[in-house]
Nanobody
Framework: VQLQASGGGLVQVGGSLRLSCAAS????????KGWFRQAPGKAREFAAA????????YYGDSVKGRFTISRDNAKNTVYLQMNSLKPEDTAVYYC????????????????WGQGTLVTVSS
């Protein structure tokens, strides 16, 4: 299985970006999926997660109210809409397949995708 993330880039404070994560091979369409991020010099942290059906979503405190996670199982793709971006959102963003939607930690990741860099300039 491969998780291919895209959509990162350079954006100004207050701007928006939409990240995509497309799965190929075994698509894990029946598993919860999520986004984590890792800023320079910091540990990887949870950002957002979505249940396999898309009916439940969860967010880290630092992104709640600004980011929206969604998925299209027909396209095997998960999205992360990021609005009102701040400099502290600068990080490499990783998509992931989760074992359990109730455990939103890096230890609960079944499959990691490659990252995409988001840089927010002030």
């Amino acid at each position: 299985v491969q998780l291919q993330a895209s959509g990162g880039g350079l954006v100004q404070v207050g701007g928006s970006l939409r990240l995509s994560c497309a799965a190929s091979g075994r698509t894990f369409s029946n598993y919860p999926k999520g986004w984590f991020r890792q800023a320079p010099g910091k540990a990887r942290e949870f950002a957002a997660a979505i249940s396999w059906s898309g009916g439940s979503t969860y967010y880290g405190d630092s992104v709640k109210g600004r980011f929206t996670i969604s998925r299209d199982n027909a396209k095997n793709t998960v999205y992360l809409q990021m609005n009102s971006l701040k400099p502290e959102d600068t990080a490499v963003y990783y998509c992931a397949v989760l074992f359990d939607i109730r455990m939103l930690t890096t230890e609960n990741v079944r499959v990691w995708g490659q990252g995409t860099l988001v840089t927010v300039s002030s």
